[in-house]
């Protein structure tokens, strides 16, 4: 019996009419195992996952692949974006055991959840070298029926392996100018000088390592940091990991100059990327930098905004071609021959030229992925204009791309302080009220009645699963940007309830921080990673927090988790830079203070505003007016206008500048 029709992750849905007996992760399935003495088969994917659903229809759909996994394992399927532990886990022991990882992961276990082979996609049929799945299934239970003991021996050693790693920490201290320097100095080396970006193919988007480097620029002047990050984010913004047409930015390029994308666009990216920009923005003044930002928050909330107010969390790299297949890219691709059908001759040459669509192609087939090659010489805006609305148009006629609509408290959490700065940065209020609506049901659906955070939502309904350091720290910087911008200290709140579960349930000796709470499913390991991916760490999201909550109210409690969080960024930040941007970032905040600012003022004022915009690394605002205020924050106590005008005041360090009513002086009091 498949048991995974009421899950509430859209991933899992998509594998409950499997004829595989799936079981959903949890006891009962491990008890299935014990009851049954046969192993458990573990599979981990995502629902925007190409080779998932790669490996779906070639297995998993099989009837007889699926009779002999039902007659032989215990199935049990994993929505890694629900279970950021499990996968975490055992992608460990996957990247220990085969040097390399990825989804879909498929890990075999004893029915004590202790690993003893593993792999990722597995084909059909034996090629290139690897074996097909009927194989690897018939390898697996001949092993487990024939040889248990050398199978308990090795899942024995494998789980004494991984509890025996232990986190290097950063020993006493907090990163200081020389760990910054150095920082700055290991990403110069991997720099792409010529296309942007840092080291080759696949190449990512470096949101972390890009905010540290503007942070670095505002706080030391360095013309280099902000070169690569400007040049990298216009390098991202022309090619074809940027969407032309509808905005928004896919997962990441196949190659290094940023020409095809891997197809999916994932919440977590857009919400970073559109706060990058934002923040270049504000830096550079650039209008490349102001239209991305804008393009992305509206390619979220379009494409990625859910009936409840959340945001989704992925859309599928695949979708239907014209002859009805279900291939990568579809949606989004082009030919010479398709442009001329929806623009005409001249139109057509004229578009295939600006946007790089050649006869050959540039990705499979023949067709194009739309980019700016920027070898077209001077251009008339309002004809580019023009083009690109009619081909979004026709594009929106084709078969979309599927959407996972799970809410992730922590993606909403990033996507609420990119839409809230960019909204407040350009004059967007549509923005702040979209980010207010997903922080609103973040409280209403993802705290509830529970008072602690749960990871995932659909419809509306809270998941079963609790969250994780991820999901509290970038929460709380999204609630921590929203107060800023709109005056509200509910958000400050809220944000100091969730900082404070990190204290009580997330913190260890020394300033670690573990990536589930004390409380938590215990596994085999208790995960703990210190290192961006995707996203920022649960660890240096939540030093970011928890630094930016203790200026806002004095707290010292939370400035020394923050500081003794960051004890690892001084250790990794010199050696391994682009996988501790958002730390660095963070280290780059606590080396400027932050800077406190106070306005005592309206809310969307000029002064407020004016401290929106300072370039100060890390630097927090409050805003408001009358006896109220200082209720709303603490910031704001015995914080009086002068001269009955608004009127900001700037501390740090223990020290705070005259007061000033002047928006011209407050914006170089903040590198503005």
Known sequence: MNRLADATSPYLQQHADNPVDWWPWGSEAFEEAKRRDVPVLLSVGYSACHWCHVMAHESFEDETVAAYLNAHFVPVKVDREERPDVDAVYMEAVQAATGHGGWPMTVFLTADAEPFYFGTYFPPEARHGSPSFQQVLEGVVAAWTDRREEVAEVAGRIVADLAGRSLVHGGDGVPGEQETAQALLGLTREYDEQHGGFGGAPKFPPSMAVEFLLRHYARTGSEGALQMAADTCSAMARGGIYDQLGGGFARYSVDREWVVPHFEKMLYDNALLCRVYAHLWRTTG?????????????FMVRELRTAEGGFASALDADS??????????AFYVWTPGQLREVLGEDDAAFAAAYFGVTEEGTFEEGSSVLRLPGDVGPVDAAR????????????????????DDKVVAAWNGLAIAALAETGA????????????????????????????LT??????????????LEDYGDVAEGFLALAAVTGEGAWLEFA???????????????????DTAHDAEQLIRRPQ????????????AAAGALLSYAAYTGSEAHRTAAEGALGVVKALGPRVPRFVGWGLAVAEALLDGPREVAVAGPVGGELHRTALLGRAPGAVVAAGEGPGAGAEF???VDRPQVGGEPTAYVCRHFVCDAPTTDAGELAAKLGG
Request: aromatic share 6%.
């Open 286 to 298: 650039s209008d490349e930098a102001r239209r991305i930002a804008l393009e992305t928050a509206d």
């Open 320 to 329: 239907e071609d014209a002859d009805g297949r279900h291939v990568e890219g």
């Open 384 to 403: 580019v204009a023009d083009v690109r609305a009619r081909l979004l148009a026709a594009r929106e006629e084709r078969p979309r791309p599927g959407r």
């Open 425 to 452: 940065y350009f004059d967007r209020p549509d923005l702040v009220e979209r980010a207010t609506e997903a922080a609103d049901l973040l409280v209403r659906v993802h705290l509830g009645e529970v008072a602690r």
């Open 455 to 468: 990871r995932t939502s659909k419809d509306g309904r809270a998941g079963d699963n609790a969250g994780v």
């Open 496 to 514: 100091g309830f969730l900082l404070d579960i990190v204290l009580e349930q997330f913190t260890g000796e020394g300033g670690q921080l573990y």
């Open 529 to 540: 990673d210190p290192t961006d991916s995707a996203t920022p760490s649960g660890w240096t």
């Open 634 to 636: 603490p910031l704001l």
